[in-house]
């Protein structure tokens, strides 16, 4: 079983930073892909970014293109988020995932953390 855990969110004012980790442990493998979501109250979950494992490659979500960036450790199985200049609009919580193999889809979840961003 693959397990995910996130950690480094909480409460930052606007235009600070955060850098959210997601360690990945159960299983020995490298994902094919690790990804971030988000779900803010009310609304429905948002794509914010994703990295592919091998190559690097990555891909961000519109509202946070330019703001965030995504890394992996693949030696210690972790996948960074490093958010700027944060907004009120960056609230939500935050999950990672992961996409096993290809064709897969993101068949693992964490529990989240929470990121408030206060005006």
């Known amino acids: 079983q693959v397990r995910l855990e996130e950690s480094g969110g909480g409460l930052v004012r606007a235009g600070g930073s955060l850098r959210l980790s997601c360690a990945i442990s159960?299983?020995?493998?490298?994902?094919?892909?690790v990804g971030w979501f988000r779900q803010a109250p009310g609304k429905e979950r948002e794509f914010v970014a994703d990295i592919f494992s091998s190559s690097g490659a990555t891909s961000y979500g519109a509202s946070v293109k330019g703001r965030a960036t995504i890394s992996r450790d693949n030696a210690k199985n972790t996948v960074y988020l490093q958010m700027n200049v944060l907004k009120p609009t960056d609230t939500a919580v935050y999950y990672c995932?992961?996409?096993?193999?290809?064709?897969?889809?993101?068949?693992?979840w964490g529990q989240g953390t929470q990121v408030t961003v206060s005006s």
């Open positions: 995932a992961v996409n096993p193999a290809p064709g897969e889809d993101y068949d693992y």
């Open positions: 159960g299983r020995t493998f490298t994902p094919y892909r």
